[in-house]
């Protein structure tokens, strides 16, 4: 009887779950298309006003002394300029500067397949995952065609700075990586001097003990339990896919366009191969969560190297705190109405005591509220303890401190 109260708890707890991310993915793209219309609307009425203020705009352009561009590449579920109409997923900080890029990546790949489009976002050409890797993971080799590269001049005497937010992050690692191993056909000249410096914002270096809350399994990081939300979210996401409709997927994109899940490819019964997951990315394990775990952690940062001639950043956060033994989030006010019961959960988690741990020495820690960066170059290390930093004082930093540090 307590294990038929214990399964109606948990499924409560899914349905619940299930419905708050829903509900907040629909409010963030409700307010999309609202800012959207909001706009259109205000330029039909108002024409003369709204090409001035574009005008002002491109005379107001920061980048005038050929400073190396700064490169913004989001985490899970996150999108690029252009995607879900004006939002920005760095708070506007692509419109400060017209060098700050923001590739829209996909949200939901896997990190080598995000490293393989950005290296084309920014050099031109037709996205190549590599034949081996394509074949191995039953996805096309090639990906979207950009037409023209968005720093073509991208090399070592043109190097760039990348700021990577979560698994946005270990994504420019793993480019910088591929550039020293020379792992694009066509490009045998590039080199891990073409990164002049990655600045983590609460990277996901070492994985992170969500994914096993929403349904990874602990015990190997591969796989996922029967009945959990990343697989109401698999469905989700397929269907998404399968159904394929144009203007929807030209303003939000999970990625997997070169899985060629869409119905036109498939039909009805490569949606239901995709549903039953003998076929699609969660089929081959190509696809974010797995490389989000602290095993696949571990299996990536084994092949990864740090680089003598890159300064490399790293800003930690932490949104809990300890009240009478028990472990909650640190504010109310700055955590969402609709998200608040999920992060309540969160900081609950720990390790299951009857599954052994990722890696020897293994403990559940949370990190400190502050913000720590380090230069790794030959001169050693520099710490900086401090708090409050926003998107603008990374790139007032990033545009001027450093690059005077690198250059003088």
């Known amino acids: 009887m307590i294990r038929w109260w214990i399964s109606a708890l948990q499924l409560a707890e899914l349905f619940v779950s299930s419905m708050m991310h829903l509900l907040y993915g629909f409010y963030i793209y ?7 219309l909001s706009q259109a609307l205000n330029e039909w009425f ?40 004006g939002l920005s997923y760095f708070a506007g900080a692509e419109k400060k500067d017209e060098r700050v890029l923001v590739p829209d990546l996909g949200s939901l790949t896997s990190i080598y397949d995000r490293a393989r489009e950005l290296f084309y976002y920014l050099k ?20 979207r065609i950009y037409e023209q590269g968005h720093y073509p001049e991208w090399d070592e005497d043109h190097p760039l700075h990348f700021v990577g937010h979560s698994t946005g992050a270990q994504v420019v690692r793993v480019l910088q990586q591929m550039l020293a191993d020379k792992a694009f056909k066509g490009y045998e000249n590039t080199s891990e001097n073409w990164v002049l410096s990655i600045t983590s914002l ?86 974010i969560l797995p490389d989000l775990t602290i095993q696949g952690s571990i299996r990536l940062n084994s092949h990864l190297q740090t680089f003598p001639n890159t300064f490399y950043f790293s800003y930690a ?64 290390c520099f710490n900086l303890i401090a708090q409050g930093f926003t998107f603008d004082n990374i790139l007032i930093f990033l545009k001027s401190f450093l690059n005077k540090f690198l250059f003088d």
């Open 46 to 85: 108002f024409k003369p006003n709204a090409s001035l203020e574009v005008k002002r705009e491109d005379l107001s352009g920061t980048n005038v002394d050929g400073l190396p561009p700064i490169v913004l590449v989001h985490g899970i579920f996150g999108f690029g300029k252009g995607k879900l109409g």
């Open 30 to 36: 409700s307010t999309a298309v609202a800012g959207d």
């Open 317 to 380: 956060t932490k949104r809990t705190r300890k009240i009478l033994g028990v472990t909650v989030p640190s504010g109310i006010l700055g955590i969402h109405p609709l998200l608040f019961i999920r992060v309540l959960q969160m900081s609950q988690w720990s390790h299951p005591p009857d599954v052994s741990p990722p890696y020897k020495g293994y403990r559940c820690a949370l990190n400190n509220i502050y913000i720590t960066f380090f230069i790794h170059k030959s001169s050693g």
């Open 202 to 287: 609460s990277g996901a270096f070492n994985g992170t003990t969500r994914t096993y809350l929403d349904g990874m399994q602990p015990e190997d990081g591969r796989a996922m339990k029967p009945v959990c939300l990343l697989q109401m979210c698999r469905l989700g996401v397929i269907i998404y896919d399968w159904l394929d409709i144009p203007w929807l997927k030209a303003y939000y994109n999970f990625g997997f366009d070169h899985f060629n899940m869409s119905w036109k490819k498939v039909g009805l019964w490569g949606l239901v191969e995709c549903l039953l997951g003998n076929a699609g990315p969660m089929a081959t394990g190509d696809w």
């Open 124 to 143: 031109g050409g037709k996205v190549d995952y590599g034949d081996e890797h394509s074949k191995t993971c039953g996805h096309s080799q090639f990906g």
